[in-house]
């Protein structure tokens, strides 16, 4: 039983590159988010989506896009990367009726 | 003001003992409570569910209090293997997502 699956688990970029970080769940589930945790600063919502071919913005949406272009599925992008953006990502899932969150194992990006 | 407030920590406890972690809400709307447990450099998992009648899961016992807008989480008998970061999470009513605190760092000393 995956759960929640995170891809890739480690990453260095250089400042500009662009790359995707997928999320797939496996449990059906509704509603899928992707954080960003910093020391310090606690898990912050970036974008989430209620369902498939919806997304919406979080609290710190800028200088990411997201897709959920099939329900198990949910794509994190940055077109540009940053420094700023050096942080570990969680893609999490949970379903209509119930409030328990699923995480992934998390997605460390160091930007240079 | 933020949606979720935790005391930050740390709590540095000995084995055996007895630690409460406090965590306020700001919006009356909240309906549904959470402690989640995170482990160094791993994912948050669910530790358990805060029910308005609280309620005890071994040695963990939550509570809700809704006039003071707060829940707590005691851990009693701490053991070394209690040693994580502790994240309040609160839901509300018309909204698609979940409000995290900072969490609370609690170590446990031999």
């Known amino acids: 039983n995956a759960g929640v699956t995170q891809t890739p688990k480690f990453r260095v970029l250089k400042t500009g590159q662009s790359m995707t970080l997928l999320c797939a769940q496996d449990m059906n589930h509704e509603y899928m988010y992707w954080y960003r945790q910093d020391p310090g600063m606690g898990l912050r919502l970036i974008h989430y989506s209620v369902g498939e071919g919806t997304t919406a913005k979080g609290e710190v949406p800028d200088g990411y896009n997201v897709s959920r272009l099939k329900k198990q599925n949910f794509l994190l992008g940055l077109e540009s990367a940053a420094p700023s953006q050096t942080s570990v990502y969680f893609c999490?899932?949970?379903?209509?009726?119930?409030?328990?969150?699923?995480f992934g194992e998390g997605s460390r990006l160091t930007v240079l | 003001r933020k949606e979720v407030e935790q005391d930050p920590g740390p709590f540095n406890v000995p084995e055996g003992a007895t630690v409460a972690f406090n965590c306020t809400y700001s919006n009356s709307a909240s309906q549904s409570f959470f402690w989640y447990r995170q482990d160094c450099r791993k994912e948050p998992k669910l530790l358990m569910s805060?029910?308005?009648s609280g309620n005890e899961d071994g040695r963990f016992t939550a509570q809700l209090n809704r006039a003071s807008q707060y829940i707590s989480l005691l851990i009693r008998d701490s053991k070394l293997s209690d040693s994580a970061t502790y994240l309040c999470v609160v839901g509300r009513t018309g909204a698609n997502n979940l409000f995290f605190g900072t969490g609370t760092r609690l170590t446990v000393i031999p």
């Open positions: 805060v029910y308005s």
């Open positions: 999490a899932s949970r379903g209509l009726s119930t409030g328990e969150l699923f």
